[in-house]
């Protein structure tokens, strides 16, 4: 994609979120991410690239110890569809008996998250919880029922960019949560 098709993507597309839903579903899940895990001293996993953001906004709130550390798996690279999960970093952090949290941008057929969940409990976690900002509804999962121990917001069946989410590599920097026109 070109920077002036980039530009046009956005222009033309629809805002389905904007920042004050977004960081309101940020701050409720703060609050219960403190309910359930503030005394088991988790080790925080931020599934790259696209829960970068997610991940930065959501930690600051979270006011109790923790550890960071992040994985690198990619199924849709520059595409609209998802192929097989491809591991590009896997934890550094010895997960045995921990308590492990999972951010991601999005659940949307589920494999990304589920084939996470079975790596980590695995290498021995004690137990794995997930949180999403976005959950798409559809009935593509991979498991039917899937969910998140936590999610943000749940959306339609379209096309998502912006607050991590890319199309096509560009506008994980877009300040909210945009569908591709006519996707
Ligand atoms: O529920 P699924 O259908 O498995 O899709 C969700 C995953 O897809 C995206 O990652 P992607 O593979 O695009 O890599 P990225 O994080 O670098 O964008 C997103 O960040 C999730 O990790």
Not at 131 to 152: M, W
Request: proline share 3%; with cysteine.
């Amino acid at each position: 994609m070109t920077f002036d098709e980039a530009r046009r993507v956005l222009d033309e597309a629809d805002l389905l979120m904007g920042e004050e839903e977004i960081q309101g579903a940020i701050g409720r899940m703060a609050g219960e991410i403190t309910g359930r895990l503030a005394g088991s001293n988790p080790v925080v996993l931020c599934i790259m690239n696209g829960g970068l953001i997610f991940s930065g906004q959501l930690l600051p709130r979270l006011h109790f110890p923790l550890e960071l550390d992040y994985v690198h798996a990619t199924r849709y690279g520059q595409a609209t569809w998802g192929d097989r999960l491809n591991w590009h970093r896997r934890p550094h952090l010895n997960l045995v008996g921990r308590t492990v949290l999972l951010l991601d941008d999005i659940l949307d057929e589920g494999i990304t998250l589920a084939a996470i969940i079975e790596y980590c409990r695995g290498m021995g976690a004690l137990e794995v919880l997930t949180a999403v900002l976005v959950e798409k509804l559809h009935s593509r999962k991979v498991t039917p029922g899937i969910r998140a121990d936590f999610t943000g917001l749940e959306i339609g069946d379209r096309f998502l960019f912006g607050y991590g989410l890319d199309y096509k590599g560009y506008w994980r920097n877009a300040p909210g949560i945009f569908a591709v026109k006519g996707m």
